[in-house]
């Protein structure tokens, strides 16, 4: 069964944002398109009347205002609609649950504190097993259309699979350079006996992080052979070497490890990162 991406409209600047963004994506990769609204984004002080006409008709012009905007110019874009009547984050939850990603919208906050996601979208990313994109307002910082996709890649494959495979999917259906980015630093001191004879043996601290890139790269380059590739290792705070490099990006993709808490799911803090302060969009993939 094909799945769908996933929009979820609030009728604000935002989501008309991730909307444009989503059937432009759906248009890319052949896949439908799925616009959900939960009507109560925020809580309510009265209570709500089942049947509410006029609250209905609100919600319904929502999602055809959001319907009539992806199609513009995509009359063959398979498109669906559908109010739904849980609160925000379980509706949002079990839309993605079904679909290829879910695509939210975030708004700037200011040239310093970066970009406001909300809690919903938090809470949402934090507790999906699929993909989200955030996508923000243009603005005079927005993504450039023709730019890489980039991608962040921690660990072994088994850390960043998930991630690698959604940006090299990304960058094929756009005809870009995918640029993989994995940032190092020392180990602590305790650790330094084992490091040390590991880097001996690659010749070297930047070569051995090389290495471990390039293995981890090698089957996805031959799955995608028609994807340039562009690999880059540097030193440095992993948050803010995925930034610098994601300056001039169409779309930066991270993994986010799915982690649980007594207190709820975990973003991550190269995540959080990206979310807050990345000026294209971001999407979060979740692994094991």
């Not at 929009?7 to 990769?29: C, H, I, K, N």
């Not at 049947?51 to 669906?80: F, K, Q, Y």
């Not at 870009?176 to 020392?186: D, F, G, H, P, Q």
């Amino acid at each position: 069964m094909t799945r769908a991406i996933a929009v979820g409209v609030d009728g604000s600047p935002a989501s008309t944002a991730a909307v444009d963004w989503a059937a432009r994506e759906a248009a890319l990769r052949g896949l439908p398109l799925r616009i959900v609204h939960a009507p109560w984004w925020e809580p309510r002080d009265f209570p709500v009347v089942e049947g509410d006409d006029a609250l209905d008709r609100a919600a319904e012009a929502v999602v055809s205002g959001a319907r009539e905007r992806a199609v513009d110019g995509r009359p063959e874009l398979a498109v669906t609609t559908e109010v739904l009547t849980e609160a925000p984050v379980p509706a949002l939850l079990g839309a993605a649950r079904g679909a290829e990603m879910l695509v939210l919208g975030s708004r700037a906050q200011g040239p310093v504190l970066g970009f406001l996601l909300g809690s919903h979208g938090q809470q949402v990313i934090a507790h999906t097993p699929r993909p989200v994109v955030s996508v923000r307002v243009p603005s005079g910082t927005a993504a450039v259309p023709g730019g890489e996709v980039v991608v962040g890649q921690q660990g072994g494959a088994e850390d960043s699979d998930p991630a690698l495979g959604f940006a090299f999917e990304a960058a094929a259906a756009r005809g870009a350079t995918l640029r993989v980015v994995r940032a190092w630093s020392l180990p602590p001191f305790y650790a330094y006996p084992e490091f040390l004879r590991r880097t001996d043996e690659a010749g070297g601290l930047e070569p051995m992080e090389r290495t471990a890139l390039a293995e981890v790269l090698a089957p996805w380059r031959k799955r995608f052979p028609e994807v340039p590739v562009v690999e880059h290792v540097e030193i440095g705070s992993a948050g803010q070497v995925l930034l610098a490099a994601a300056g001039g990006a169409a779309l930066l993709v991270v993994g986010r490890r799915a982690r649980y808490t007594p207190t709820g799911g975990l973003i991550g803090s190269v995540a959080h990162a990206a979310l807050h302060h990345a000026h294209c969009p971001v999407a979060v993939v979740p692994h094991a």
